[in-house]
């Protein structure tokens, strides 16, 4: 069975800091790998993917994340936040071996961002 | 270039009531996904429609029922709220044809059960 593991439930960072939330997957193979984002009482943005080749990739927003097979991680990064980044945070990920389109999300990361 | 739109808003049922959900595609995509996010938990998927079939379920019971259009969007029905049905439902869109592409999302159906 596939599924993904946000261990933060909550992170607060100061304005201009670094950010880093952690996703980590369990699946058989790799899988397509997303980053989402949803700011309160709305739907998901997408901020970045990973399907293949580059392992850092480069998304929206100013936001990268690094897919590290050796420790089932994909991980999302920003190196100076803004105070417009407080919202909810969601890993998913989509398996390869099918046709089919399903997401498995994990349970979010919620970002603080203080002054 | 519409993204995918969601219908109504919010809606506020009683148990036992019956409720549907309405959802437009992204131009350009054949695919639909619902989901259902409750408070504080991620996004729990609950089937995905192409041709106008339910492909795959996710573990919802029979309750929860879809359709899909000719024109590509689609419905979710929910018979005998319960009030844990009470949550954010979520439609995505993708292209079946780009299999590796993303799902696009909508901005929700915020649904109460009383």
């Known amino acids: 069975a596939q599924s993904v593991t946000q261990p933060d439930i909550h992170i607060t960072v100061s304005e201009g800091a670094s950010l880093e939330l952690r996703c980590n997957y369990s699946?058989?193979?790799?899988?397509?790998l997303f980053w989402y984002v949803q700011s309160p009482g709305q739907g998901l943005q997408l901020l970045l993917k990973?399907?293949?080749?580059?392992?850092l990739v480069q998304g929206i927003k100013g936001f990268e994340a690094e897919f590290k097979r050796s420790q089932s991680s994909f991980n999302l990064r920003k190196p100076s936040v803004h105070w417009s980044d407080a919202a909810e945070y969601f890993c998913?990920?989509?398996?390869?071996?099918?046709?089919?389109?399903?997401?498995?999300f994990g349970t979010g990361t919620r970002l603080l961002v203080s002054p | 270039d519409a993204g995918v739109t969601q219908s109504p808003t919010h809606l506020i049922k009683t148990r036992g009531q019956q409720v549907t959900l309405r959802c437009s595609p992204k131009?350009?995509?054949?695919?639909v996904s619902w989901y259902q996010q409750a408070l504080g938990q991620g996004p729990q998927f609950i089937f995905q429609?192409?041709?106008?079939?339910?492909?795959q379920r996710g573990n919802f019971p029979d309750r929860f029922s879809g359709h899909q259009f000719p024109n590509y969007s689609s419905e979710l029905n929910v018979n005998a709220l319960l009030l844990g049905d009470s949550a954010l439902y979520l439609c995505?869109?993708?292209?079946?044809?780009?299999?590796?592409?993303?799902?696009?999302f909508g901005p929700g159906t915020r649904l109460t059960v009383l």
């Open positions: 995505a869109s993708s292209s079946e044809v780009l299999k590796g592409d993303t799902q696009y």
């Open positions: 699946y058989g193979a790799t899988p397509y």
């Open positions: 990973y399907f293949s080749g580059d392992t």
């Open positions: 998913a990920l989509r398996p390869m071996n099918t046709g089919f389109q399903k997401l498995v």
């Open positions: 131009s350009g995509h054949d695919t």
């Open positions: 429609y192409y041709e106008e079939e339910e492909r």
